[in-house]
């Protein structure tokens, strides 16, 4: 077993059976969790992400010339491998899209594994017209239940409703509170990483996701290394799961509870 899946295995494992005050309580130092998604399509940028001196989590796009190949060498290196699931309105031969049948949803999603090997969990790229489909994402919490997979809510709308069905289910999850990099220039990379720094320690935990653009690894490469230095410490999907035990933070939802479809306005 190696370094991710066995963190990961420990962070599942805590979840499904920490009592929730105990779940809920701050850690001792902020605690920081970081996904790059939209990887597999550069080798030199899968690379770099690689090389980030940490326990980054790779998100692969099944779709893309390099997903097998970069999902195969980051579980020998030990990082998390993360299937980087399309969602409506993205496109293409793995892509759920709200008009497919639900055995066709199943037949993408057992593809789009087949095409990232040893993929731990499972995020949304894109998905803005189908995380607001609570059948859909009823069927896809409970599948990812039966084969052991967790789910990160990338929350590309506000009106998702993943994280309340992977929780209503008791899927091992988490839900995304910071995009690194939705303005990719130098300096706005810069103020979001900031940010993430100062509501982890706000409140206790933050989960950053970013993408293999040359603004964000610069940053990345610089600040990461200093984490520890400032009181942060960078932990894995599997610790963070376990740090936050299935519960919303303040922003997604209200005592612990993510909102649904019947509490969305």
Not at 74 to 81: D, L, M, Q, S, Y
Not at 115 to 123: D, E, K, Q, T, Y
Request: glycine fraction near 8%; charge should be positive; proline fraction near 7%.
């Amino acid at each position: 077993m190696n370094v991710a899946r066995g963190w990961l295995a420990l962070g599942l494992a805590f979840s499904l059976v920490a009592p929730a005050c105990l779940a809920a309580a701050p850690a001792e130092r902020p605690r920081l969790a970081l996904v790059i998604d939209d990887l597999g399509q550069s080798s030199a940028r899968d690379r770099r992400v690689l090389a980030l001196p940490g326990p980054v989590a790779l998100a692969i796009l099944p779709d893309t010339p390099h997903a097998r190949e970069l999902a195969i060498t980051a579980a020998r290196a030990g990082k998390t491998v993360m299937l980087h699931l399309p969602m409506a309105p993205a496109g293409g031969p793995f892509a759920w899209q709200p008009q497919l049948p639900g055995a066709e949803r199943q037949r993408r999603l057992e593809a789009a594994l087949a095409a990232v090997p040893h993929a731990s969990g499972v995020n949304n790229h894109m998905g803005s017209a189908m995380t607001e489909q609570p059948e859909a994402m009823s069927q896809l919490m409970r599948e990812l239940q039966r084969r052991r997979l967790f789910f990160l809510d990338s929350r590309t709308t506000p009106r998702t409703v993943a994280a309340a069905s992977a929780q209503q289910v008791q899927l091992a999850s988490l839900s995304r509170d910071i995009f690194l990099d939705d303005d990719a220039s130098p300096a706005a990379v810069a103020e979001r990483f900031q940010a993430a720094v100062a509501l982890a320690r706000r409140q206790g935990s933050v989960v950053l996701i970013g993408h293999p653009y040359d603004s964000t690894l610069s940053l990345l490469e610089r600040e990461l290394p200093r984490l520890a230095g400032r009181g942060i410490d960078w932990i894995s999907l599997g610790q963070m799961i376990a740090t936050r035990g299935n519960r919303a933070m303040a922003a997604h939802g209200k005592g612990g509870r993510y909102r649904s479809a019947s509490t969305i306005r």
